[in-house]
């Protein structure tokens, strides 16, 4: 399976360039803060619990989140091409639970390819998004500070934690949507190509 994580920072364009590689490579696209606001949506009793933080730009408990990635991978390892995880793992204890539950699987991460933007085009580009995306949490500059201090304090470790296997490529996150796609998919067909294992 080619299993993929897109990482980088709230507004790094994550969403969009999933979904366009996704088409490309034939992946299934897993995006947990969509899986969450649609449990939001729901009202159900974990969308309920998920919204005390999401609205407030804090990360969601990680019980919570590792819970719905069981449930997705146990339906789809073995059905699909590969995975595109965008938005997971957020923190360190995600990550080792993902390895894990791939494991398990007898699978495991291909690549994390990581978008670079700079702070202030993603203060911007969130609080664009936020005029269209019906998002509260893209429409209070406060609540982007937020998401961003949590970015910076638990997620950016992340990339630690697959910078020991070597599998991290850094791709710089500005220019054309297109741009960008091409370079994503330039780390990906170096890294299939049987330079690492
Ligand atoms: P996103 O759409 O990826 O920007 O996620 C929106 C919100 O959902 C985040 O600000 C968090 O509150 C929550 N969320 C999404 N993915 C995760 C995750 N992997 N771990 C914890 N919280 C998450």
Same mark, same amino acid.
């Given at each position: 399976?080619?299993?993929?994580?897109?990482?980088? $920072? $709230?507004?790094?364009?994550?969403?969009?360039?999933?979904?366009?590689?996704?088409?490309?490579?034939?992946?299934?696209?897993?995006?947990?803060?969509?899986?969450?606001?649609?449990?939001?949506?729901?009202?159900? $009793?974990?969308?309920?619990?998920?919204?005390?933080?999401?609205?407030?730009?804090?990360?969601?408990?990680?019980?919570?989140?590792?819970?719905?990635?069981?449930?997705?991978?146990?339906?789809?390892?073995?059905?699909?091409?590969?995975?595109?995880?965008?938005?997971?793992?957020?923190?360190?204890?995600?990550?080792?639970?993902?390895?894990?539950?791939?494991?398990?699987?007898?699978?495991?991460?291909?690549?994390?390819?990581?978008?670079?933007?700079?702070?202030?085009?993603?203060?911007?580009?969130?609080?664009?998004?936020?005029?269209?995306?019906?998002?509260?949490?893209?429409?209070?500059?406060?609540?982007?500070?937020?998401?961003?201090?949590?970015?910076?304090?638990?997620?950016?470790?992340?990339?630690?934690?697959?910078?020991?296997?070597?599998?991290?490529?850094?791709?710089?996150?500005?220019?054309?949507?297109?741009?960008?796609?091409?370079?994503?998919?330039?780390?990906?067909?170096?890294?299939?190509?049987?330079?690492?294992?």
């Amino acid at each position: 399976m080619l299993n993929i994580i897109l990482f980088g $920072p $709230p507004g790094s364009g994550k969403g969009t360039q999933a979904y366009r590689l996704k088409e490309r490579y034939n992946l299934l696209h897993i995006s947990t803060g969509d899986l969450l606001r649609e449990e939001k949506a729901k009202g159900s $009793p974990l969308g309920l619990e998920a919204k005390k933080y999401m609205d407030n730009g804090l990360l969601v408990p990680d019980e919570v989140v590792i819970g719905m990635i069981r449930v997705k991978l146990e339906e789809n390892v073995g059905k699909v091409a590969g995975i595109i995880f965008d938005g997971f793992p957020r923190t360190v204890a995600q990550a080792e639970a993902l390895d894990q539950l791939l494991e398990e699987k007898e699978t495991c991460i291909e690549q994390v390819l990581a978008l670079e933007v700079g702070e202030d085009e993603l203060v911007r580009r969130l609080l664009e998004r936020g005029k269209t995306s019906g998002r509260a949490d893209d429409m209070d500059e406060e609540k982007i500070r937020t998401r961003l201090g949590e970015y910076h304090t638990k997620t950016a470790l992340v990339a630690g934690h697959y910078a020991q296997t070597d599998k991290v490529a850094n791709v710089a996150g500005e220019g054309t949507i297109e741009e960008i796609t091409e370079r994503l998919a330039g780390e990906l067909d170096r890294g299939s190509n049987g330079e690492e294992e």
